[in-house]
Nanobody, 116 residues
Framework: VQLVESGGGLVQPGGSLRLSCAAS????????MSWYRQAPGKERELVAG????????NYAASVKGRFTISRDNAKNTVYLQMNSLKAEDTAVYYC??????????WGQGTRVTVSS
């Protein structure tokens, strides 16, 4: 299993970024996917999740209405569209999959910095 995130960077408050997570090594369209983030000095937290078919999503209260998770099962990729970014969104963002054995696989993360 391999998860490779991309799309992070430096953005001004109020700006937007789209993160991507390219997956391989497992049957992508059979598994729910999640985005997590970890800010400096804080624990890793769930940001958003999406079911295997993309029909259901969930979000942390802090990002609801600003972030959108989606997936393209033909491309084995999950996305996180982030709008109206705030300084408190600064973190390393990770995608995760929990496979049928119950093991969690994580990507290496992509850093998002929101600053003027």
């Amino acid at each position: 299993v391999q998860l490779v995130e991309s799309g992070g960077g430096l953005v001004q408050p109020g700006g937007s970024l789209r993160l991507s997570c390219a997956a391989s090594g497992f049957t992508f369209n059979s598994y729910a996917m999640s985005w997590y983030r970890q800010a400096p000095g804080k624990e890793r937290e769930l940001v958003a999740g999406i079911t295997s078919g993309g029909g259901s999503t969930n979000y942390a209260a802090s990002v609801k209405g600003r972030f959108t998770i989606s997936r393209d099962n033909a491309k084995n990729t999950v996305y996180l569209q982030m709008n109206s970014l705030k300084a408190e969104d600064t973190a390393v963002y990770y995608c995760k999959v929990r496979v049928s054995s119950g093991y969690d696989y994580w990507g290496q993360g992509t850093r998002v910095t929101v600053s003027s």
